[in-house]
């Protein structure tokens, strides 16, 4: 089993800025990537941002190219969602997810890649 925390969410005013982190833990030596999605009031979870694991190769959803960096420390197992220039629209539930222990299927940017997800870290953006 593997085990994910995220933290670092948070009140921001529109133009800051936020850390997530999220530390993976359990059986965590075939880590194949890691991921953020965020799930808005209403609306489905999107895709936000992933990472290999091993290669550190990185994607991102259109909407936070350049303003979004993941990042991941191999050592402490805990992948990083830098978030810079927040708006509104950024307001969510930040979820980690992670597939550990099996050949992935498909793309980094969709939900089924995944097997492990944590429990959600509430981002608010106000005006």
């Known amino acids: 089993q593997v085990q994910l925390v995220e933290s670092g969410g948070g009140l921001v005013q529109a133009g800051g800025s936020l850390r997530l982190s999220c530390a993976a833990s359990?059986?965590?030596?075939?880590?194949?990537?890691m991921g953020w999605f965020r799930q808005a009031p209403g609306k489905e979870r999107e895709f936000v941002a992933a990472?290999?694991?091993?290669?550190?190769?990185?994607y991102y959803a259109d909407s936070v190219k350049g303003r979004f960096t993941i990042s991941r420390d191999n050592a402490k197992n805990t992948v990083y969602l830098q978030m810079y220039s927040l708006n509104p629209e950024d307001t969510a539930v930040y979820y980690c997810?992670?597939?550990?222990?099996?050949?992935?299927?498909?793309?980094?940017?969709?939900?089924?890649?995944?097997?492990?997800w944590g429990q959600g870290t509430q981002v608010t953006v106000s005006s």
């Open positions: 997810a992670a597939r550990v222990g099996g050949p992935p299927i498909g793309s980094m940017t969709n939900m089924v890649w995944y097997n492990y």
């Open positions: 359990g059986r965590t030596f075939s880590n194949y990537g």
């Open positions: 990472i290999i694991w091993g290669r550190g190769t990185t």
